[in-house]
Structures are given as C-alpha cells and as structure tokens.
C-alpha cells in the first residue's frame, strides 16, 4: 500500500496545490496503462533542454507530456502543438496551463474553426522555441509534425529540432512511444497499453558552436543557408535515430531489420519503473 502511495503523491514542488492536485488527477491513466523505462534520464536540475518524442495518436499528446511532467517534479514543458488542439473543450484549457507554443500553419476545414486561427502569422516557430529555450523553459516536440498510425516506420523528422538545438546550445531528450498492441498486433490503438523509454540526453555544444559562428558570419549572405540547413538535418536525423530505436519503428526510408533493443536503450525488467 505504501508504495502505490508512494506514487500517486510523489512530492510536486514546482506547482501550487491545486495544480498539484490536477496533476495527480491526469497522471491516474498513466498509472494504469503505461509503463516506463529510463526515467533516470530526465533531468533533475532543472536546467532547460528539448523533449523529443515520436507520435501515433492523439491521446499520447496528453498522457505522456503528464507523465514527464509529473516526473520531472511538475516543471512545466512548453509542447510546440497544433493550434487545433487549444481549441478543443477541455484539452485546450489543459494545454494552455503549459504555456505552449502553437503552431498555425495547418487550415481547419471547419469554417467556424479556421475564423480563429487569428495568430496566423506569430513568427518563426523555431524562433519562438528558441526564446522559450534561452528564457530557461524547456520545451517539447513531436518532431515527425503529424500523428503517424505505421506501426513499422516513423515519419521523416522535421529540421526544424535540429536548428532549435543548434540556435541555442541544448540538449535533446529522445522519448520513444510504443505500444503493446504494436509489437503483438502490427498495429497502433487509439487507447492501449503504452511503454514510454527515456532515452539519455544527445548533446550537439560542438555543432551549435559551428552553426553560429556560421549564422554570425552568414547575416547578410543568403548562400549559407544551404549550410545551415545541413547541419540542421544531420542533427535532426541523429534524433530520428534514437527515437527509431526508441520506439521500436524503423527511420523513415530505411530496410534495416525491425529494431532489436540493445541493453542499453532498455535495461532487464528490474529496472521497470512502474509509473
């Protein structure tokens, strides 16, 4: 009984009580369905860095923010999201507590819902996580951009993580979403059993020391971008790397053989959290 207490009121200094106690409250599904592996890889001192994770559907964008976050002592993460979801009854008013940054690129094709899309034209997306990173807030990326329901691969990763990573120096943490229904079924659920694996943080100081020496020199020369853009990708495609093994999928465009988890992506059974 203990240790079930233990868990369910695992002190959470960085909010108030009552945000403490809506936490608790969102965390109950994660107690049941979802399992964790590497939860000493998060970071607990409190200095700023990108979540990375994969993504399958749609209620993951809750319950796994909530797990983190619950971990992590209640420090909020801003998630960069479709402006979509801030609609949403509910969900949005739970997204909206993280301070997010939204994304408004995407048109509803619902008319009454596209008339909101007000903040079309809020800037830069990377600069805008750029800021949150240097003003000390983490921040947390679906970097494939969409939901995507293969049960095999993942989706080509964005660049734009790879030039938020540069820009500001911080580190990565890979967070790899997978199911138990994928491995036994082939196929992703709209609710079910998650593993969730924390990867260990992917440092790029030497490349970020480069690509802004490079963005310094380059301000008034467009014919740099090409580099920059480079150098972005690779960053992006070692974080596709991780979280391919991670999660379990395969990186887009690849025939390697189906991911084989090495001892040190996923420790033996003793080292189960059980969230």
Same mark, same amino acid.
């Given at each position: ?16 009580? /009552? ?10 599904? =994660? ?6 592996? /590497?939860?000493? @890889? ?13 993504? =399958? ?27 979509? &979801? ?18 408004? =690129? ?12 007000? @903040?079309? *034209? ?15 807030? %983490?921040? /947390? ?6 939901? =995507? ?12 993580? +790879? *030039?938020?990573?540069?820009?500001? +120096? ?32 992917? @440092?790029?100081?030497?490349? %970020?020391?480069? &690509? ?9 020369? %467009?014919? &740099?971008?090409?580099?920059? @853009? ?16 991670? %999660? ?28």
């Amino acid at each position: 009984m203990t240790k079930y207490a233990d868990r369910i009121f695992k002190p959470l200094p960085f909010l108030p009580f /009552g945000r403490a106690f809506l936490l608790r409250l969102l965390m109950l599904p =994660n107690f049941f369905l979802t399992r964790a592996y /590497g939860l000493e @890889n998060l970071d607990d001192e409190g200095s700023t860095c990108i979540y990375a994770f994969n993504h =399958n559907n749609s209620i993951e964008v809750l319950m796994v923010p909530v797990l983190i976050i619950y971990h992590l002592g209640g420090r909020m993460i801003s998630f960069v999201i479709d402006w979509m &979801y801030g609609k949403v009854p509910i969900l949005g008013f739970l997204m909206d507590m993280t301070n997010p940054v939204y994304v408004y =690129n995407k048109r509803s094709p619902l008319r009454w819902l596209e008339a909101q899309r007000k @903040n079309r *034209h809020a800037g830069s997306t990377v600069e805008r996580c750029a800021e949150k990173l240097r003003s000390g807030q %983490s921040i /947390g990326i679906f970097p494939e951009g969409t939901r =995507n329901r293969s049960a095999e691969y993942l989706l080509q990763g964005k660049p734009g993580i +790879g *030039h938020i990573a540069l820009k500001t +120096g911080s580190s990565v943490v890979p967070v790899g979403i997978d199911f138990e229904c994928r491995r036994r079924k082939g196929r992703i659920p709209v609710l079910g059993r998650t593993i969730v694996r924390i990867g260990k943080p992917l @440092n790029f100081r030497d490349q %970020s020391e480069k &690509y802004l020496a490079l963005l310094a020199d380059s301000s008034c020369k %467009s014919d &740099y971008s090409s580099e920059l @853009n480079r150098m972005a990708a690779d960053v992006t495609a070692e974080i596709m790397l991780s979280l391919a093994e991670l %999660s379990g999928k395969r990186e887009s465009g690849t025939c390697a053989e189906k991911i084989t988890f090495s001892s040190t992506t996923i420790k033996p059974k003793e080292h189960l959290c059980q969230v």
